[in-house]
Protein backbone atom coordinates (compact mmCIF):
# COMPACT_ATOMS: atom_id res chain seq x y z
CA UNK A 1 0.00 0.00 0.00
CA UNK A 2 2.92 2.40 0.97
CA UNK A 3 4.20 1.59 -2.74
CA UNK A 4 0.81 1.96 -4.60
CA UNK A 5 0.54 5.92 -3.02
CA UNK A 6 3.93 6.99 -3.76
CA UNK A 7 3.67 5.69 -7.01
CA UNK A 8 0.13 7.41 -7.79
CA UNK A 9 1.77 10.54 -5.98
CA UNK A 10 4.77 10.35 -8.50
CA UNK A 11 2.28 10.07 -11.40
CA UNK A 12 0.11 13.44 -10.44
CA UNK A 13 3.71 14.98 -9.93
CA UNK A 14 4.93 14.01 -13.35
CA UNK A 15 1.76 14.60 -15.07
CA UNK A 16 1.80 18.71 -13.15
CA UNK A 17 5.11 18.82 -14.26
CA UNK A 18 4.54 18.17 -17.70
CA UNK A 19 1.47 20.55 -17.77
CA UNK A 20 3.37 23.21 -16.48
CA UNK A 21 5.73 23.08 -19.44
CA UNK A 22 5.55 26.34 -21.77
CA UNK A 23 4.64 24.97 -25.05
CA UNK A 24 5.06 27.31 -27.65
CA UNK A 25 1.63 28.76 -29.11
CA UNK A 26 0.56 27.71 -32.68
CA UNK A 27 0.04 30.90 -34.34
CA UNK A 28 -2.04 30.59 -38.41
CA UNK A 29 -1.39 32.94 -40.71
CA UNK A 30 -4.61 33.29 -42.57
CA UNK A 31 -4.09 33.34 -46.80
CA UNK A 32 -4.17 37.08 -48.25
CA UNK A 33 -7.79 37.34 -49.03
CA UNK A 34 -8.04 37.89 -52.96
CA UNK A 35 -9.44 41.24 -54.57
CA UNK A 36 -10.91 41.42 -58.02
CA UNK A 37 -9.63 44.24 -59.99
CA UNK A 38 -11.32 45.52 -63.18
CA UNK A 39 -9.24 45.75 -66.63
CA UNK A 40 -9.44 48.13 -68.66
CA UNK A 41 -12.79 48.44 -70.99
CA UNK A 42 -13.75 46.35 -73.75
CA UNK A 43 -14.11 47.68 -76.97
CA UNK A 44 -17.64 49.66 -77.71
CA UNK A 45 -20.41 47.03 -79.32
CA UNK A 46 -22.76 47.94 -82.17
CA UNK A 47 -25.21 50.37 -82.30
CA UNK A 48 -28.65 48.93 -81.05
CA UNK A 49 -31.57 49.33 -84.15
CA UNK A 50 -33.91 52.01 -84.12
CA UNK A 51 -36.83 51.78 -82.42
CA UNK A 52 -40.71 51.97 -83.34
CA UNK A 53 -42.10 55.26 -83.09
CA UNK A 54 -44.63 55.94 -80.40
CA UNK A 55 -48.52 56.58 -80.32
CA UNK A 56 -49.39 59.98 -80.90
CA UNK A 57 -50.87 61.29 -77.93
CA UNK A 58 -54.71 63.07 -77.57
CA UNK A 59 -56.09 66.36 -78.74
CA UNK A 60 -55.83 68.37 -75.79
CA UNK A 61 -59.28 71.03 -74.36
CA UNK A 62 -59.56 74.28 -76.39
CA UNK A 63 -59.09 77.16 -73.55
CA UNK A 64 -61.72 79.78 -72.61
CA UNK A 65 -61.41 82.92 -74.84
CA UNK A 66 -59.74 86.01 -73.48
CA UNK A 67 -62.00 89.47 -71.96
CA UNK A 68 -61.89 92.62 -75.01
CA UNK A 69 -59.24 94.59 -73.94
CA UNK A 70 -60.47 98.63 -73.35
CA UNK A 71 -59.30 101.08 -76.31
CA UNK A 72 -56.38 103.41 -76.04
CA UNK A 73 -56.23 106.13 -74.44
CA UNK A 74 -53.10 108.39 -75.74
CA UNK A 75 -50.27 107.95 -77.95
CA UNK A 76 -47.52 105.36 -78.16
CA UNK A 77 -43.98 106.51 -78.74
CA UNK A 78 -41.55 103.90 -80.03
CA UNK A 79 -37.90 105.03 -80.08
CA UNK A 80 -35.15 103.49 -82.38
CA UNK A 81 -31.92 103.46 -80.96
CA UNK A 82 -29.01 104.94 -83.63
CA UNK A 83 -27.07 102.56 -85.24
CA UNK A 84 -23.69 101.76 -83.93
CA UNK A 85 -20.63 103.41 -85.09
CA UNK A 86 -18.01 100.91 -86.45
CA UNK A 87 -15.05 100.65 -83.83
CA UNK A 88 -11.74 102.82 -83.95
CA UNK A 89 -8.08 100.89 -83.55
Same mark, same amino acid.
Given at each position: ???????????????????????? #? &???????? =? %????? *? @??? !??????????????????????? #? &???????? =? %????? *? @??? !????
Amino acid at each position: MKHSISLAAAALLATLALAACDRP #A &TIVVPPAA =T %VAVPG *P @AGP !AGEAGAQGSAGSTGAQGSTGNTG #A &TGKPGEGT =T %VILVP *P @AAS !APTN
